[in-house]
C-alpha cells in the first residue's frame, strides 16, 4: 500500500517561497500525484496535480505562483510557491490521485504539514 | 466561493439516516464523476466513495452515493458520534482544467 509524507519548512517569510517535498513508498511512482491545502477553519483547496509523464494541471487561481515536479529515482515530488502571503497559511497534503478522464479521486493522502506564514 | 456548493452543516439523532448534497454544472458534476471524502477533526481526509457511488474496500455499506445531472448526494445510514466529521464531495472541472471540492459540510450526530 502506497504511503505520503509531506516535508518542509513549517515557517515561510512573506514574499519568500514555500517548498515542500512528499516521500512515496510501497508502492509505483507511475501515477498521478497532487497537492491539496486546507487553511486554518476552512475547506479543501486543490492546489496541482503531476502524472508519471509529467503532464500537469495547475489550479488557474495559484498558477502563476506554483510548480509542482516529480522525481522518479528519488520517489517523491515536491511543491513550490512563490510570492507567499498570510493566505498561504494552510495545512498541505499530498496525495495520490486516480485521473482517468472524467474520474478524478484522491485515494492516498499524507499526514498533511502546517505551514505558516508570518514574519 | 466553491463552485460547487454544500450545506455547511447538517444534523441527525443517532442511529438515524442523512443525506449530503453537492451542487455544480455541466462543467463539473454534469460531465465527471464525483468523490467523496470524510474528514475527522485533526485529520487528514479520507476517501469514503468515488466514480459517484462506489466505495474503496473496508468502507462500510452505510455510506452511499449518487448522482443526478449536475447535483450528487452522500448517504450515511445508521449514524453514529463517530461519523462527526467534515464531508467533501471533488471532481473535476472541464472549464477550469482543475480539481474542485465542495465547501464542506459538517455533520453533527445530536
Known amino acids: 500500500q502506497v504511503q505520503l509524507q509531506e516535508s518542509g519548512p513549517g515557517l515561510v517569510k512573506p514574499s519568500g517561497t514555500l517548498s515542500l517535498s512528499c516521500a512515496v513508498s510501497?508502492?509505483?511512482?507511475?501515477?498521478?500525484w497532487t497537492w491539496v491545502r486546507q487553511p486554518p477553519g476552512k475547506g479543501l483547496e486543490w492546489i496541482a496535480e503531476i502524472s508519471h509523464s509529467e503532464t500537469i494541471n495547475y489550479n488557474p487561481s495559484l498558477k502563476s505562483r506554483v510548480t509542482i515536479s516529480v522525481d522518479k529515482s528519488k520517489s517523491q515530488f515536491s511543491l513550490e510557491l512563490t510570492s507567499v502571503t498570510a493566505a498561504d497559511t494552510a495545512v498541505y497534503y499530498c496525495a495520490k490521485e486516480v485521473n482517468a478522464g472524467p474520474l478524478l479521486y484522491m485515494d492516498v493522502w499524507g499526514k498533511g504539514t502546517t505551514v505558516t506564514v508570518s514574519s | 466561493q466553491s463552485v460547487v456548493t454544500q450545506p455547511p452543516s447538517v444534523s441527525a439523532a443517532p442511529g438515524q439516516r442523512v443525506t449530503i448534497s453537492c451542487s455544480g454544472s455541466n462543467s463539473n458534476i454534469g460531465n465527471n464523476y464525483v468523490a467523496w471524502y470524510q474528514q475527522l477533526p485533526g485529520t487528514a481526509p479520507k476517501l469514503l466513495i468515488y466514480e459517484n457511488n462506489k466505495r474503496p474496500s473496508g468502507i462500510p455499506d452505510r455510506f452511499s452515493g449518487s448522482k443526478s445531472g449536475t447535483s450528487a448526494t452522500l448517504g450515511i445510514t445508521g449514524l453514529h458520534t463517530g461519523d462527526e466529521a467534515d464531508y467533501y464531495c471533488g471532481t473535476w472541472d472541464d472549464s477550469l482544467r482543475a480539481g474542485i471540492f465542495g465547501g464542506g459540510t459538517k455533520l453533527a450526530v445530536l
Open positions: 510501497g508502492g509505483s511512482m507511475n501515477n498521478w
